[in-house]
T-cell receptor, first 109, second 115 residues
Framework: KQEVTQIPAALSVPEGENLVLNCSFT??????LQWFRQDPGKGLTSLLL?????REQTSGRLNASLDKSSGRSTLYIAASQPGDSATYLC????????FGGGTRVLVKP | GAVVSQHPSWVICKSGTSVKIECRSL??????MFWYRQFPKQSLMLMAT?????????EQGVEKDKFLINHASLTLSTLTVTSAHPEDSSFYIC???????????FGPGTRLTVT
C-alpha cells in the first residue's frame, strides 16, 4: 500500500525566501508524481506533473524534482510571495492517486 | 480545457436526509470518475472509482450503501450521501480521468455540512 508523507506539515517564511517542500513515497512503482496547490476551502490547482521517466519539471518560479529510486520529490518555489501562501499537496499515481498530508505554507510580507 | 464542475459548491442538510452532489466534465469525456473526501486540515482520501455504465469500486472502509455513486454518462457522475449524519460533514471532491493515462482533472469541491 502506497504511503505518501510530506514534511514539514507547516512552514512560515519571510517574503523573498526560497521554499523547499518535501514529499516521500514508499512504493516507487509510480506512473507520475503530482504537486497541487489548495487554498482554504477551495479545490485543487495542479502545479506540476512529473512523469516517472522524468527527473524534474519547471514552471515559472516552480521547480519539482523526482527521485523514484529513493522515493522522494521536492518542490522548490523561488523568491516566495505572500500570494504563495496555501497548502501544497503531493500525490503519487500508482494504481490510484495517493495524496500526502500537505504542507501549509505562510509567506509573511 | 479539461474542466470539471461540481454542484452544489456547498450544501447544508439536516441529519437523516439525503443529499446529491453532481460532478460534470465540461469539455471532455470522462470514462472514469473519482470521488474523494477531505476532512478539515487533512488530505484527500479516495472514496471510490466509477466507470461509465458500471458499478463503482469503493475503497476499503467506505460504505457503498451510504455513498451511492452513479456514473450514467461520460460527462456526469453523482454522489448521493444517504441518511446523512454530522460525521459525514466534509469536503467532497470529484475528478475525471482524461485521455492521457493516469491524469485526473479535479472539480472545485462541495462542502457538505450536516446539522
Amino acid at each position: 500500500k502506497q504511503e505518501v508523507t510530506q514534511i514539514p506539515a507547516a512552514l512560515s517564511v519571510p517574503e523573498g525566501e526560497n521554499l523547499v517542500l518535501n514529499c516521500s513515497f514508499t512504493d516507487s512503482a509510480i506512473y507520475n508524481l503530482q504537486w497541487f496547490r489548495q487554498d482554504p476551502g477551495k479545490g485543487l490547482t495542479s502545479l506540476l506533473l512529473i512523469q516517472s521517466s522524468q527527473r524534474e519539471q519547471t514552471s515559472g518560479r516552480l521547480n519539482a524534482s523526482l527521485d523514484k529510486s529513493s522515493g522522494r520529490s521536492t518542490l522548490y518555489i523561488a523568491a516566495s510571495q505572500p500570494g504563495d501562501s496555501a497548502t501544497y499537496l503531493c500525490a503519487a499515481q500508482g494504481n490510484k492517486l495517493t495524496f500526502g498530508g500537505g504542507t501549509r505554507v505562510l509567506v509573511k510580507p | 480545457g479539461a474542466v470539471v464542475s461540481q454542484h452544489p459548491s456547498w450544501v447544508i442538510c439536516k441529519s437523516g436526509t439525503s443529499v446529491k452532489i453532481e460532478c460534470r466534465s465540461l469539455d471532455f469525456q470522462a470514462t472514469t470518475m473519482f470521488w474523494y473526501r477531505q476532512f478539515p486540515k487533512q488530505s484527500l482520501m479516495l472514496m471510490a472509482t466509477s466507470n461509465e455504465g458500471s458499478k463503482a469500486t469503493y475503497e476499503q472502509g467506505v460504505e457503498k450503501d451510504k455513498f451511492l455513486i452513479n456514473h450514467a454518462s461520460l460527462t456526469l457522475s453523482t454522489l448521493t450521501v444517504t441518511s446523512a449524519h454530522p460525521e459525514d460533514s466534509s469536503f467532497y471532491i470529484c475528478s475525471g480521468g482524461g485521455d492521457r493515462a493516469y491524469e485526473q482533472y479535479f472539480g472545485p469541491g462541495t462542502r457538505l455540512t450536516v446539522t
